[in-house]
């Protein structure tokens, strides 16, 4: 089961639609969970009373059935004054959060042992010390050829593996992390998918 991020965002709006956001997030919250979904958690961006954003934690295999709810919420309070704003609006949106790098698992690598060539002697020249490892689902490949022994560069190329494996989850948890940040920034005003009185 993977976790989807379902954001509720005021923007940068005043604290009115701050305290819509807050609304809104517990009742879609209990709109997911009358759906049948799995809300793991809830994270407040802010004052839990009027947050500039708040995230459903959702699980579920695959992108959950909430298009319905992805889009501009309204919320309108016509018993404010005459001259008064009376409609405040937020956004929801929807990020899938990637995985954690899960650890190397060594027969998901291919090693391939080859002759390194350059100074080193015979052993380096007549014998193959270097290795390529492969790493078959992500398609990383590694070259070691910097000790005299083939088993010392095996270790050295996982060692290098692991790491790249590493980064490249990493990169793409900051991905995620300033996608959901620009969907803050990016609220559209109107064409609601719904509205809330």
């Known amino acids: 089961m993977s976790?989807?991020?379902l954001q509720i965002s005021?923007?940068?709006g005043p604290v009115e639609v701050r305290r819509f956001v807050a609304r809104l997030a517990r009742d879609l919250a209990d709109e997911l969970?009358?759906?049948g979904l799995a809300?793991?958690?809830v994270a407040w961006r802010g004052d839990e009373d009027a947050p500039r954003s708040a995230v459903l934690v959702v699980e579920h295999d695959g992108p959950p059935p909430v298009g319905d709810l992805v889009g501009t919420h309204a919320c309108v309070s016509p018993d404010r004054g005459r001259r008064a704003r009376k409609r405040w609006f937020a956004g929801v949106t929807l990020h899938a959060t990637p995985a954690d790098a899960a650890p190397l698992d060594e027969d998901d690598v291919e090693v391939t042992a080859c002759r390194a060539g350059g100074p080193g002697g015979q052993?380096?020249?007549k014998r193959s010390t270097a290795v390529l490892?492969?790493?078959?689902?992500s398609g990383l490949a590694v070259r070691a050829e910097g000790e005299r022994s083939q088993h010392q560069n095996r270790s050295a190329a996982l060692a290098?593996?692991?790491a790249l494996l590493a980064a490249q989850s990493d990169?793409?948890?900051a991905a995620a992390t300033a996608g959901e940040r620009l969907a803050h920034h990016r609220l559209v005003r109107g064409a609601p998918v719904r509205l809330w009185r």
Request: hydrophobic share 45%.
């Open 3 to 5: 976790a989807w991020h």
């Open 10 to 12: 005021a923007g940068v």
């Open 33 to 35: 969970r009358a759906r």
């Open 39 to 41: 809300v793991a958690a």
């Open 123 to 125: 052993n380096v020249n």
């Open 133 to 137: 490892a492969r790493h078959r689902p």
């Open 160 to 162: 290098r593996l692991r």
């Open 171 to 173: 990169e793409a948890r």
